[in-house]
């Protein structure tokens, strides 16, 4: 992002949240592209946030952004980029403690379709709180 500067990184994050992904959703609101921008811009913002409320909003709002482009997967591309997005949402939803059963049931599905091994989930630091 904004190299090593986090004020700078969180400023850039939140300039692509309001002045592109929202704006762009404002045009049109089914745009899966944009959904994911405005989802991984909150996932930047979470991880920049360290824990507290702050990041559990960013986490929240990326799980959501994430759902919401899933409605309308043939815009997300091929079935591995569709599986990405789930992927990105089972690590959204392992940080918020309410929603770890969500977040395993679709790992469990990402691993029975083969999108993704055991030993990859249990290397990913994203879903270190299921296990």
């Known amino acids: 992002m ?25 045009i049109k609101a089914t745009s899966s592209e944009a959904l994911v921008g405005l989802a991984e811009s909150h996932v930047q913002l979470a991880r920049l946030a360290i824990g507290g409320e702050a990041a559990a909003h960013h986490w929240s709002e990326a799980a959501a952004a994430y759902q919401v482009a899933l409605r309308w997967p043939d815009g997300l591309g091929r079935f591995e980029d569709r599986c990405d997005v789930r992927y990105n949402l089972a690590c959204c939803l392992a940080q918020l403690p309410g929603r770890w059963g969500e977040a395993r049931d679709l790992l469990q599905q990402l691993q029975a379709a083969g999108a993704v091994t055991a030993a990859e989930v249990a290397a990913d630091q994203d879903l270190a709180a299921l296990r």
């Open 2 to 26: 904004a190299g090593s500067d986090p004020a700078a990184a969180i400023a850039a994050a939140t300039l692509a949240l309001q002045d592109g992904y929202l704006a762009a959703l404002r």
